[in-house]
């Protein structure tokens, strides 16, 4: 691939509303990346699935993230866009869902070929499940296998800290643009994880932390993986809906029991009642998932003749705007108006849920989902008995 193509190929990559399956659909008609982006917007339509990607077609936002993007490598020397077409793009993306066209790396891209794991559940984790994956991923780390990861809080960041103590490589899988530390807290870690693992990304630069965003991290989560441990989890936790994937793409699902009393424990028995492997120990793991402790790396996939659409198994929600929407200095005007009638509910004191849903005449789904929201966008945060607190003014 020459130049021109990968500008163009990156371009399009980051047009707003342009999803990795419509992608592809124009790849397998037009050819190229320069061919289509050369096209007229009348042929082009046909392939849209979406409104809104007519109006960024060919559009300074396409153009200033493609621009971004490639200052982001040439600046950072451990920094790589990798493309579907380059020789070394994993295998694993393209099995079982529609592979990222684009993938944003930091740190040693070499990981994503290594037999891993991916260890997740939920981020107000006890103590007890913290050490519990802690120890887990410091026993695979020691065995040669990556630990994966998507470095949120609680078990997330326990498992890559676990494998960093055994001396291994770990991979974080990001919900926010690479540019971006989601917790802030992590920074250090980040730094870690880049220096003896791989950070990934999907998203354009200046993504922030937004709650659907998450789903489509998780699902790269399960499909670079070759199995998914769920340590602690509560009956909602996003950390199921990787593990569903996972067993969608075929990958093993393994769940560590707890004790019947704890809540966060109920996700964890719902996936062995529905036939996740019980794991009590490492052996459990080696025994479920042998390929595991194979010495060599995992294949590779070029993709110089693209897949025809009937391969595609599963489609890609389309990328959102690249601008920068960071939170930080956002009024409380710019959040929603249900958003800010909670955040009044809150006032500064501690509030659970439910007196939430009473006070303010809402269901349970409406205020877990805008509760949510507003503690990805730094607004609240979680604390212990399911209260949350808010923390912005």
Not at 9 to 38: C, D, M, V
Not at 278 to 290: F, G, H, K, R, T
């Amino acid at each position: 691939m020459n130049e021109q193509e990968r500008y163009a190929w990156i371009e399009l990559a980051l047009t707003p509303y342009i999803g990795s399956k419509t992608f592809l659909r124009l790849l397998n008609h037009f050819g190229s990346a320069q061919t289509i982006l050369s096209a007229s917007i009348a042929e082009i339509k046909p392939f849209l699935h979406r409104v809104q990607a007519s109006r960024y077609w060919r559009s300074d936002e396409a153009r200033q993230a493609a621009e971004a993007a490639l200052k982001w490598e040439q600046s950072h020397a451990d920094a790589r866009l990798l493309l579907l077409t380059d020789n070394d793009y994993p295998v694993l993306l393209t099995e079982g869902l529609t592979p990222p066209p684009l993938l944003f790396i930091r740190g040693n891209s070499s990981c994503l070929h290594q037999p891993s794991l991916a260890i997740v559940g939920s981020r107000h984790a006890t103590p007890q499940a913290m050490r519990i994956a802690r120890d887990f991923a410091k026993a695979l780390a020691q065995k040669g296998i990556a630990v994966i990861s998507g470095m949120a809080d609680g078990i997330d960041t326990a498992a890559h800290q676990g494998a960093l103590l055994g001396t291994g490589n770990t991979i974080a899988v990001w919900g926010t643009g690479i540019d971006r530390v989601y917790p802030a807290r992590n920074k250090a870690l980040a730094a870690q994880i880049a220096a003896h693992g791989c950070i990934i990304s999907e998203f354009p630069l200046g993504t922030r932390s937004l709650a659907e965003n998450f789903p489509r991290r998780n699902r790269l989560i399960a499909a670079l993986s070759q199995g998914t441990l769920v340590v602690e989890a509560a009956t909602e936790s996003g950390s199921l809906i990787t593990a569903r994937l996972a067993g969608e793409m075929g990958r093993e699902v393994m769940a560590i029991p707890g004790s019947i009393d704890n809540p966060l424990s109920k996700g964890c028995h719902a996936l062995i009642k529905q036939g996740a492997r019980l794991v009590e120990n490492l052996a459990d793991i080696l025994q479920e998932c042998p390929l595991l402790l194979q010495k060599t790396h995992l294949q590779s996939y070029s993709s110089q003749s693209v897949q025809p659409e009937s391969q595609i198994s599963m489609p890609s929600s389309s990328i959102g705007n690249p601008e920068d929407l960071s939170l930080a200095s956002a009024p409380v005007s710019a959040l929603s108006p249900i958003e800010q009638q909670i955040l009044a509910g809150l006032g500064y004191s501690v509030v659970h849920p439910d007196t939430l849903i009473t006070t303010l005449g809402m269901t349970a789904t409406d205020v877990y989902a805008h509760l949510m929201a507003l503690e990805l966008g730094g607004w609240i945060t979680a604390l212990p008995g399911g209260c949350y607190q808010r923390i912005k003014s």
